[in-house]
C-alpha cells in the first residue's frame, strides 16, 4: 500500500535551530499542527521500516493511501458530515422568546416578529427531547441552552424548564447540564442559585468593545451596562463557567486591550472565564455596515489574530470556535447540536430565525419529525467542484462556505463562497503564535 502526505496538509515551512531541521504541518481535517524530522514525502518512502509510525501518520490523517483528491474529498465529507451519529451529547438550543430588553442593530432577529415561545412548545420539548434519546442510544448527557432574544426576560420560565428537563433526563439516566446565553441584564442572585440547582453550569454574555462603545450599541433606557455585566458576571465567575462573546467589528478590535484590563481589574476567575471571538456578519437590514468586517475576509482573519496575541499576552483562555466554521450543525446529517425556535419550529442554523426550507426542518410537537438531513453530503460534493479541480487544501475548513452567508449574498445554498486566502492568512497566523508562544498556545481552542 503507497502512502503519500494527505491533500489536506499545510506545508508551513522547515525551521533550523542550532543545526536540527523541522518540518512544520498543519491539519486542516483535524485542526492541529505538527513538527517532524523530516519531510513527509520523506518520512512516506521510508515508512516499511517503521509500522508504528506509519499507523499513527494515518490514523491522525498526515498520510493517506488514498489515490486521488476527489476520494480523500469524500471521506472527509464522511467524516464531518457523520460527526454527529456517535456524539455522546445532545445540543439542544431552545428559544424561550425573541424579545429582548435591548435593541442592538445588528442583531440577526431583527427581520423576524418577536415572540415568547408558546405554553404548547414549553409542553411538546421534554417528550420531544424523550425521542430522541430513546432514538439515539449513543446519548448520554443533554446540554440544554437558554437562549433568546433575551431568556432573561422569563426568567421562571427559564427555572421551571430547567427542573422539568432535568427530572426527565434522570428518568431517562441522562446527564444533564444547561447553560445560558443572555446579554446579561435582568438576572438576580436568587436566579443564579436556584439555577445552579436546577444544573446550570455556564453563561454566555456578549461585549460589544469596551465602555465607551459597548454603552453605545448596549444600553437599558440610555444607561450603559459595561459596567453592571462586569461586576455582577465577575462574580458569577466564581461558579459558574463564563463565555465573553466579543463581537468583533472595526472599532471594538481598537479597544480590545482595554476590555482585557477591565476584566483584570474587574478579577474574573481566569480558570473559569473565556472569550469567545466572533466576527459579527453584516446584516442587510443593519444601517452600521461600515462598522463591520467583510466576513472571512483578509481584515476579519487579521482581527482575530490580533485579538488572540493580545489574549495570549495576558493568559485569557480564548476561543476561536467562530472562525473555522462550516463545519457547524447544518453540515451534520444526524445532527447532535439543533435550534429550536419559540415556534417549535427546529432550525438547522443558528442564525436562521425564518421558515427558510433549506433551514427548517419540522416541529417538535410532530411525533414523527426526523433530524436526519439525507441530502447534505451530495449537497456539499456538487458544490464543492471547483475545490476539487484546485485541490484545495482548506476544504475541510469551509466545506464551500457557510450556507446561511451564501443565502444572504447568493440566495442560494448552491455555490461557493470561496474563503481561500482568509484560511490561509488564520492558518500562517495561528502558527507563528505558536511559535511566539509555545508554553500558552494551549489555551486558544479551535
Ligand atoms: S450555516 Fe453558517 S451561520 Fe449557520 S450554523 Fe453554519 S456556519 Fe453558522
Ligand atoms: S470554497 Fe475555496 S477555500 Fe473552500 S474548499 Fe473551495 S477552494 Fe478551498
Redesign the pocket.
Known amino acids: 500500500m503507497k502512502l503519500h502526505k494527505s491533500s489536506f496538509v499545510v506545508n508551513l515551512g522547515i525551521t533550523n535551530s542550532d543545526g536540527i531541521k523541522k518540518w512544520h504541518y498543519f491539519n486542516t481535517l483535524s485542526r492541529k499542527f505538527i513538527s517532524l524530522p523530516d519531510n513527509l514525502k520523506n518520512i512516506c518512502s521510508r515508512l516499511n521500516t517503521n509500522e508504528k509510525f506509519a499507523e499513527f501518520l494515518k490514523r491522525r490523517r498526515w498520510i493517506t493511501s488514498f489515490t486521488s483528491y476527489s476520494d480523500e474529498m469524500k471521506d472527509a465529507i464522511e467524516l464531518i458530515t457523520t460527526s454527529g451519529v456517535n456524539n455522546r451529547t445532545l445540543n439542544i438550543i431552545f428559544t424561550l422568546t425573541t424579545r429582548c430588553n435591548l435593541n442592538c442593530n445588528y442583531c440577526f432577529q431583527n427581520n423576524v416578529s418577536r415572540h415568547d415561545a408558546s405554553d404548547n412548545v414549553f409542553l411538546s420539548l421534554p417528550s420531544f427531547i424523550r425521542r430522541q434519546i430513546i432514538l439515539k442510544p449513543t446519548i448520554k448527557k443533554l446540554r440544554l441552552s437558554l437562549f433568546g432574544g433575551e431568556p432573561l426576560l422569563m426568567k421562571s420560565r427559564c427555572l421551571n424548564l430547567l427542573q422539568c428537563i432535568k427530572n426527565e433526563c434522570s428518568v431517562l439516566s441522562v446527564e444533564f447540564e444547561s447553560t445560558i446565553v443572555t446579554n446579561g441584564i435582568g438576572s438576580n442572585p436568587e436566579f443564579w442559585r436556584i439555577a445552579t440547582e436546577c444544573g446550570l453550569k455556564s453563561v454566555q454574555i456578549t461585549i460589544d468593545g469596551s465602555e465607551k462603545l459597548h454603552d453605545s450599541f448596549r444600553n437599558l433606557n440610555g444607561v450603559g451596562t459595561y459596567r453592571e455585566l462586569l461586576s455582577v458576571y465577575s462574580q458569577l465567575s466564581r461558579n459558574f463557567k463564563i463565555g465573553l462573546k466579543y463581537n468583533l467589528n472595526r472599532k471594538s478590535k481598537k479597544c480590545f486591550s482595554e476590555f482585557l484590563s477591565d476584566i483584570d481589574n474587574n478579577c474574573f476567575n481566569r480558570k473559569n472565564t473565556r472569550i469567545i471571538l466572533e466576527v459579527v ?1 453584516p446584516m442587510e437590514y443593519n444601517n452600521l455596515q461600515n462598522y463591520y468586517f467583510q466576513p472571512f475576509s483578509m481584515e476579519a482573519a487579521n482581527a482575530y489574530l490580533s485579538c488572540a496575541e493580545e489574549s495570549l499576552k495576558f493568559d485569557w483562555q480564548v476561543s476561536l470556535g ?1 472562525v473555522f ?7 451534520q446529517e444526524n445532527p447532535s447540536t439543533i435550534l429550536i425556535r419559540p415556534d417549535g419550529v427546529v432550525s ?5 430565525f425564518n421558515d427558510d426550507s433549506d ?1 427548517t426542518v419540522g416541529n417538535i410537537n410532530d411525533p414523527k419529525l426526523s433530524l436526519i438531513n439525507h441530502n447534505i453530503k451530495k449537497i456539499i460534493e456538487d458544490n464543492a467542484i471547483k475545490c476539487k479541480i484546485n485541490k484545495c487544501p482548506y476544504f475541510p475548513l469551509c466545506m464551500t462556505g ?4 451564501k443565502k444572504m449574498k447568493l440566495k442560494t445554498i448552491r455555490g461557493i463562497l470561496c474563503s481561500y486566502n482568509y484560511l490561509q492568512r488564520m492558518v500562517q497566523g495561528l502558527f507563528l503564535l505558536k511559535n511566539m508562544y509555545p508554553e500558552k498556545f494551549d489555551i486558544l481552542y479551535f
Open positions: 456578519k467562530h466554521q462550516p463545519p457547524c450543525m447544518y453540515t438547522r442554523c443558528i442564525s436562521v433551514f457557510c450556507p446561511s452567508l
